[in-house]
T-cell receptor, first 115, second 117 residues
């Protein structure tokens, strides 16, 4: 059973527009959420995170929104750039020090930003 | 040089062979992990180690074993490889509890692509 789901396998966006990547989760014990970006032939790299005590976290062009009641989070990229083209993974973990790093990942969404 | 280095980067082997994937890190992190990536399934945790003497099974540990030879080294073994272990394998590290709460952020290697025929 997939506890973290990214229902859109791919997303295509024009340069300069907003990219919105969505993620749903089912485990109410998840307390910490992260987004990773992955380029071909490279490992995933951390992008942005959010704790369940917040509903929004912003870092430059990247903003993550968390709706706990809906068990839904989204990543907004504004404005989108061609270099943002990559696979984006949503990940989650329960609270507690021993749980950090033991992430449950979504399937990933391939973002393509067209010039 | 990469902070988290995996060897080999690519390996093709046959069913029944023993395979070892190695991981070394220069980040000084206590915690190390092995994940595998399959199309449509994302990354799944195989094993993790919070220090040299602490090794734990993850979500999909069957058919795998690990060894934490030192703080900086964590290897994954497939004792008798089978075709459904064909996947992209990632080693990762994270900070431990010493020095403050961990952020949860993982630092990944570049991956080892394993094909079992």
């Amino acid at each position: 059973d997939q506890q973290v789901k990214q229902n859109s396998p791919s997303l295509s966006v024009q340069e300069g527009r907003i990219s919105i990547l969505n993620c749903d989760y089912t485990n109410s014990m998840f307390d910490y959420f992260l987004w990773y970006k992955k380029y071909p032939a490279e490992g995933p790299t951390f992008l942005i995170s959010i704790s369940s005590i917040k509903d929004k976290n912003e870092d430059g062009r990247f903003t993550v929104f968390l709706n706990k009641s809906a068990k839904h989070l989204s990543l907004h990229i504004v404005p989108s750039q061609p270099g943002d083209s990559a696979v984006y993974f949503c990940a989650a973990s329960p609270a507690g020090g021993t749980s950090y790093g033991k992430l449950t990942f979504g399937q990933g969404t391939i973002l393509t930003v067209h010039p | 040089d990469a902070d988290v280095t995996q060897t080999p980067r690519n390996r093709i082997t046959k069913t029944g062979k023993r395979i070892m994937l190695e991981c070394s890190q220069t980040k000084g992190h206590d915690r190390m992990y092995w994940y595998r990536q399959d199309p449509g399934l994302g990354l799944r945790l195989i094993y993790y180690s919070f220090d040299v003497k602490d090794i734990n099974k993850g979500e999909i540990s069957d058919g795998y074993s690990v060894s934490r030879q030192a703080q900086a080294k964590f290897s994954l073994s497939l004792e008798s490889a089978i075709p459904n272990q064909t996947a992209l394998y990632f080693c990762a590290t994270s900070e431990g509890l010493a020095g403050g709460p961990p952020s949860g952020e993982l630092f990944f290697g570049e991956g080892s692509r394993l094909t079992v025929l």
